[in-house]
């Protein structure tokens, strides 16, 4: 690695490596993210390289190790330049194939193509691909394009040339202005303007300020950030060096939650290169200015998501949020001023300096400006991480690109924030997704994860997961967050059992609004959404719950019973083998049943019938 | 635990305070548990009282005081994973290993622990022994990922 | 720098970004705590001091024990909203710990009871932090910590073992508003007292807790003496 003494160098050391690129080379981009290292790509790695020494074509195929694609439900996943070709599903025995048949003669091979489950169509390269039709790639753009532990990759495809920007053509005050004019809001929940945080900071007195990505991840469902560090660190690096100069800070922190050792390994990487090549440490780019960046791994707390939380915790103590003024800005870490953003907000800064803040200011709506990564997962046909501009519709995101709701079943609701957000129901799905409609219907854009539900999801066990999620989450400081959770938890619990009474709803109601107001931290503050938005949407719900303690979703054990469909059932004994508490009876080839004195409700004979003869009462 | 690699480690993280948890994240990767003793000589050394050190290592749910088993069984409990029938899959492990939720077996074989979220959503349910997931888990495949581990270990 | 905030509807003048409890004081106004201590830096867990602020045109509940003093400031000590938000709080301190008397008393005073909520529980630490806090920065020893999270936090000597830095002084039993801390007696030495809390105990006092004719460190002792005493006589 060459060191990079001046900005001119870099731009020269861009030209060699595009120069050094082998344009005969086939490169093959395999995804080896988290979601398919899951389904073995290390694997499929593995019997390429064995393939591609087999033939000897160690010189001709490169396989580019990339990481997340997006699609991650279809991994393994493969693109193989320069065709574009993409396939998905790859497991290491297709190897020999994709090497003689696709690499070598061009032909490409339709069982690994994607298959359009409805129109039965296949789609041969990434971007016709329906998915990606109405997404804008811009954040996301590099993953699964460039070698995430590769610095050069990342800046032959244009990376630091904004740091080169900033640091040769830009104030300070310059840098903070674009960031303003951008409309730039932060990515990790709350939505504070990023560019006024950074004003606040960077006239703040002090000497020593701080720079903090956070990458704590924590609401279930949401995982764009663990993508974004897996497959494209060196984005997130470049925005905090970006900040870091703007703000005037010398130290960074990336914080991230050690669930995701491939994150905290790539953004190692990524550091340690960035150091080797002078744009981490003392006088970046001929500058003068010094900028270093240490990782911290979280210890598996939810809590220190919360902005104060994270810097008590970096500081070596137990996450408790403190109350809040003084803000981070004016004191954060260890006292200093500090400036802590999600680590998706960061990768956004060098889009914004090298295109400007009137083209950034142009994508999204009035408030809410340029695009989003959200999580699309639940009970949705394509599940995976999508990017698509603000303001994108509900129905848009949902139908058109998530193909709508698995197995034909109905569309219930879905589920935006993690357990500060709220559920959305049908009524609301031609909504524009910002950060103010979102919260006008009860729910916050959080850090993007999207849970879709359908008619098997049951309302008040979701508001009772996230209650009961909060419960061993929460600090447990304040008496409104840990009591108020936990007389929540009790009541929907109680509701759930088929114990609920009247009253119940409205003695939700009265703790969700006291612990609203009331509570130390954003955690407890929003707690509530979950509660609320079900009752504000799935009063009916509830009402069932607790009146004619019926669970029509079939998920409150208590609240349903498991019978068989005489009409569909053709005995195929299957049930009746698999069933762990011998509930099941009959004979084969003629209709079974279930005992309900028997049954535990595993769900085992549900899952398993391929009739859907077992039915829920 | 080895005092050597205690005191490396503390060494590593030049014995500041701040770095408490990265300390007991190295000593756990080597140890699978927190042993008392290794904290005591910790907070001496350090000269961190050992109430704060006690606080910590029970605040983070990543830490454990106790050991635990051979393999570790994370059943994700992440919202997607929820709706795909989480639940129900942490039911049949603790029905198979005769445990509860962060329980470890007496063979010291398995321990279960629930995770709120992997990040590998679009694979709900899943279930990650050791290091291995297991994407799109449904109770009546646990018996047989389990057999594996025993039998392997049996080996 | 002084700064004139409104306290209902007094013209007070303190420090900026002291605590609005400050100025509560200056007025004469009573506050209800249970984790505030004035020998103590603030805490903000028992929530029950909240008060109504206007604050650039915005209306809210905060606590007065921790939120910072500042121009302008408009505070309601005594709203709707605030005796609404106090009653809930003593109401679920109630559901926690049901047979403390000072909780029984503060739920009389606020006009409630046990009823809305059905659970009980046996706890007597309501976790104000008080003992912990004082044991640290009053005492200097740091032997009674926090642990867990959630709603599994409490109070807990390292391995809920008998601390082994433990001073014997007993502030904590003296401190702790709802007496969960006990000073108990041996069994088969009487004069032989401990403090135990719970599961944990704390060692026993090597002079039997004989303060007056207590030779070690007779007047740190006596310090922290003071400062309880003249805790306890305002909270009267």
């Avoid at chain 1, 900071?201 to 300020?209: L, N």
């Avoid at chain 1, 704590?216 to 494209?232: Q, T, V, Y």
């Avoid at chain 1, 400036?339 to 960061?346: G, K, Q, R, S």
């Avoid at chain 3, 702790?176 to 030495?189: A, E, F, L, N």
Wanted: neutral net charge.
């Amino acid at each position: 690695m060459q060191k990079i003494r001046t900005i001119s160098d870099l731009e020269d050391i861009r030209e060699s490596i595009l120069q050094d690129k082998d344009s005969e080379k086939t490169i093959i981009r395999l995804c080896l993210s988290t979601g398919c290292r899951a389904q073995k790509s290390l694997k499929v790695n593995e019997a390429l390289e064995n393939e591609i020494k087999k033939y000897g074509l160690q010189n001709k195929i490169e396989i580019k190790k990339t990481g997340c694609h997006g699609f991650c439900e279809m991994g393994p996943i493969m693109v193989i330049e320069p065709a574009n070709i993409f396939y998905c599903n790859v497991k290491p025995k297709y190897a020999g194939d994709i090497i003689s048949e696709t690499v070598l003669n061009g032909n490409v091979i339709n069982r690994l193509l994607w298959k359009d489950p409805l129109t039965k169509e296949l789609t041969k390269t990434e971007k016709d691909f329906p998915v990606y039709r109405k997404q804008r790639k811009n954040v996301f753009y590099n993953s699964g394009k460039i070698d995430p532990t590769d610095i050069d990759d990342y800046i032959a495809a244009g990376g630091y040339s904004a740091l080169g920007k900033a640091l040769a053509t830009m104030t300070p005050p310059e840098i903070v202005k674009t960031v303003v004019d951008s409309g730039l809001r932060g990515r990790g929940g709350g939505g504070f303007p990023t560019g006024i945080k950074w004003r606040i900071c960077s006239a703040a007195p002090g000497d020593i300020k701080y720079i903090i990505a956070n990458g704590d991840e924590g609401d279930p469902g949401a995982f764009m950030d663990r993508s974004l560090m897996e497959g494209d660190p060196h984005a997130i690096i470049e925005g905090m060096i970006i900040a870091a100069f703007a703000i005037g800070a010398n130290q960074g922190f990336i914080y991230i939650r050690k669930e995701y050792p491939i994150a905290i390994d790539h953004l190692s990487i990524a550091i340690k290169q960035a150091e080797e090549c002078g744009l981490l440490g003392n006088d970046i780019l001929g500058t003068g200015f010094n900028f270093t960046i240490k990782i911290d791994r979280g210890a598996g707390a939810f809590v220190c998501g919360e902005e104060t939380a994270l810097m008590i915790s970096i500081e070596g103590r137990s996450g408790i949020p403190r109350s809040r003024p003084p803000y981070p800005a004016f004191e954060g870490l260890w006292g200093k001023p500090t400036v802590i953003n999600n680590v998706e907000t960061f990768a956004n800064i060098p889009k914004i300096i090298l295109k400007g803040a009137d083209w950034y200011s142009s994508i999204g709506t009035s408030t809410s400006k340029g695009t989003k990564i959200f999580s699309l997962v639940g009970k949705v046909r394509n599940t995976g991480l999508i990017e698509v501009e603000m303001g994108t519709t509900l129905r848009e995101i949902i139908f058109d690109i998530g193909g709508g709701v698995r197995k034909g079943k109905r569309f219930k609701a879905v589920q935006t924030g993690g357990p500060s957000g709220g559920c959305i129901p049908i009524s609301r799905i031609d909504m524009p997704i910002d950060y103010d409609s979102l919260k006008d219907a009860g729910a916050i854009m959080g850090s993007g994860g999207m849970i879709v539900m359908d008619e098997t999801s049951c309302m008040v066990d979701v508001a009772r997961y996230f209650i009961n999620f909060l419960l061993f989450e929460s600090c447990g400081k304040c008496i409104p967050c840990r009591e108020g959770l936990k007389q929540m938890h009790h009541i929907l619990t109680n509701i759930c059992e088929g114990l609920g009474e009247k009253g119940d709803i409205e003695r939700l109601e009265e703790l969700a609004h006291f612990m609203m107001a009331t509570s130390l931290c954003g955690l407890g503050g929003t707690a509530p959404n979950p509660v609320l938005s079900t009752i504000r949407y799935f009063r009916d719900e509830y009402d069932a719950h607790i009146y004619d303690k019926k669970c029509s979703a079939g998920v409150c054990k208590n609240l349903f019973e498991y019978v068989i469909d005489a009409e569909l059932c053709n005995g195929c004994t299957i049930c009746k083998l698999k069933c762990p508490e011998k509930a099941i009876s009959g004979e084969k080839k003629k209709p079974h049943s279930i005992n309900p004195l028997l049954c535990i409700k595993c769900g085992i004979c549900f899952n398993l019938c391929k009739r859907e003869a077992i039915r829920v009462k | 635990m080895d005092i050597e690699k205690v005191d490396r480690i503390l060494e590593e993280h030049e014995y500041r305070h701040s770095a408490i948890i990265g300390i007991m994240q190295d000593v756990q990767d080597i140890e699978n548990y927190l042993p008392e003793e290794t904290l005591r000589y910790i907070s001496d050394k350090l000269e961190l009282n050992l109430t704060k050190i006690f606080d910590v290592a029970t605040f983070y749910k990543a830490f454990s005081l106790v050991p635990r088993g051979r393999h570790t069984i994370k059943v994700c409990c992440g919202t997607a994973c929820h709706l795909a029938g989480a639940a129900r899959n942490l039911d049949q492990v603790e029905r198979t290993l005769h445990i509860k939720a962060e329980e470890t077996t007496d063979d010291r074989m398995f321990s279960i622990e629930t995770v709120n979220c992997l990040g590998a959503c679009a694979l709900a349910p899943v279930v990650v022994v050791d290091e291995d997931y297991y994407d799109a888990v449904k109770p009546g495949k646990i018996e047989k990922i389990l057999s594996y581990y025993r039998s392997e270990s049996e080996r | 720098m002084k700064v004139s905030v409104i306290i209902d509807g007094q013209m007070v003048q303190i420090e900026q970004g002291a605590p609005i409890i400050d100025a509560a004081k200056k007025a004469g106004i009573f506050i209800p705590t249970l984790c505030y201590h004035e020998a103590l830096k603030p805490y903000g867990s028992c929530c029950l001091c909240i008060v109504e602020v206007i604050q650039d045109g915005q209306r809210r509940l905060v606590t007065s024990c921790n939120f910072p003093a500042a121009v302008g400031m408009e505070i309601f000590t005594n709203t709707a909203r605030v005796r609404q938000s106090r009653r809930m709080i003593v109401e679920l301190l109630l559901v926690r710990c049901p047979d403390v008397p000072l909780l029984q008393t503060m739920a009389k005073q606020m006009g409630t009871g046990l009823s809305r909520f059905k659970t009980r529980e046996a706890n007597e630490c309501i976790l104000c932090g008080l003992c912990v806090r004082f044991c640290e920065e009053v005492v200097g020893v740091g032997a009674i910590g926090l642990a867990n999270r959630g709603v599994d936090r409490e109070v807990a000597t390292p391995f809920k073992m008998a601390s082994d830095v433990c001073i014997g002084c007993g502030s904590c039993t003296y401190i702790c508003p709802t007496g969960c801390i006990k000073m108990v007696s041996d069994r088969k030495t009487p004069n032989l007292r401990s403090l135990k809390m719970g599961n944990c105990s704390l060692v026993p006092c090597p002079n039997s807790y004989q303060c007056e004719t207590c030779q070690i460190e007779q007047e740190f002792f006596k310090d922290i003496k003071r400062v309880i005493a003249e805790f306890r006589s305002k909270g009267q």
